[in-house]
């Protein structure tokens, strides 16, 4: 079944202590990006890759890392998670960006909090 | 900047009920417009993706338009069902190439059997 995989679903974390959220998808598609989504901001582009070692800010990126060593692996990492990264974090993939442009396709997921 | 809006926040109909869910956007350069349904607590489904060049999608019991010339989009659901209960996102992928796609806040559907 053609999918993007995120892991862990949920975590509960200490400020400060890092972490990794993982990313992973099966279509070998060359475009994979991260979000997060807040109440009342929506969903906002943290960091996108457009092909293996190639990565990219996106419109909040202060305090995340990411890196794309392999196509179908694009791990979230936090080195010193705040409070203010409580969020719900989505990954996402699509064939290319480049028109004709392709479907994106989403995780399920991962609700992450930060105490 | 591409901004994307969704009115009415929530919806709430009968079973049976055709209806029309609205998204509009600023820029008339986009690449594309998606649609999407999000369950509580869960991921994001793609429903419909329109191309810039085409008018409408359509999948099952789903319609899409595209009218970039007005900056609009619409979602319509024939014959709504209790399961069709969600929030349905629309996004414009934004010409930027970042691959970013631009939500709109989302409308929250109720069908009451």
């Known amino acids: 079944e053609a999918q993007v995989t995120q892991n862990p679903r949920y975590l509960i974390t200490v400020t400060g202590k890092k972490l990794t959220v993982t990313c992973s998808q099966n279509m070998n598609h060359e475009y994979m990006s991260w979000y997060r989504q807040d109440p009342g901001l929506g969903l906002r582009q943290i960091y996108y890759s457009m092909n293996v070692e190639v990565t990219d800010k996106g419109d909040v990126p202060e305090g995340y890392k990411v890196s794309r060593k392999e196509k179908r692996n694009f791990p979230l990492i936090l080195e010193s998670p705040s409070p203010n990264q409580t969020s719900l974090y989505f990954c996402?993939?699509?064939?290319?960006?480049?028109?004709?442009?392709?479907?994106?396709?989403f995780g399920p997921g991962t609700r992450l909090t930060v105490t | 900047k591409q901004e994307v809006t969704q009115i009415p926040a929530a919806l709430s109909v009968p079973e049976g009920e055709n209806l029309v869910l609205n998204c509009s956007f600023t820029d008339s350069a986009i690449y594309n417009l998606q649609w999407f349904r999000q369950d509580p607590g869960k991921g994001l489904t793609s429903l419909l993706l329109?191309?810039?060049?085409?008018r409408e999608q359509t999948s099952g019991r789903l319609n899409a338009s595209l009218d970039k010339s007005s900056g609009r989009s619409t979602l319509y659901i024939a014959a709504s069902q209790p399961g069709d209960s969600a929030t349905y996102l629309c996004a414009a992928l934004d010409p930027s190439n970042t691959g970013k796609l631009i939500f709109g806040q989302g409308t929250t559907l109720q069908v009451k059997p």
């Open positions: 329109i191309q810039s060049s085409q």
């Open positions: 996402a993939s699509s064939r290319t960006t480049s028109p004709p442009s392709y479907e994106q396709y």
